[in-house]
């Protein structure tokens, strides 16, 4: 599976605007995905750690944590509160 993340607001200052993933398992949840990128990097743990208020957004629509995350998709991760 392939997969854009994208991240928003203090995320993106911590983690940069965007990474490309390939090959992971499939079928992935956005919790899976969540911990297997937090376990990436002290960064991405930092950011992403479980119980910690992110938001998350598959191909534009918010997601919880069950939902699931089809090959192709764009995931976005941002803090609960943005401006703009």
């Given at each position: 599976m392939n997969?854009?993340?994208r991240y928003f607001a203090s995320l993106r200052e911590a983690l940069g605007e965007?990474?490309?993933l390939q090959g992971l398992p499939?079928?992935?949840t956005v919790a899976q995905l969540r911990a297997r990128l937090s376990e990436s990097s002290a960064a991405?743990?930092?950011?992403l750690q479980h119980g910690k208020a992110v938001r998350c957004a598959v191909n534009q629509v918010m997601a919880g944590d069950e939902a699931d995350v089809p090959d192709g998709a764009?995931?976005?991760f941002?803090?609960?509160v943005t401006g703009g």
């Open positions: 997969l854009t993340i965007r990474q490309e499939s079928p992935l991405h743990a930092q950011a764009e995931v976005a941002f803090p609960p």
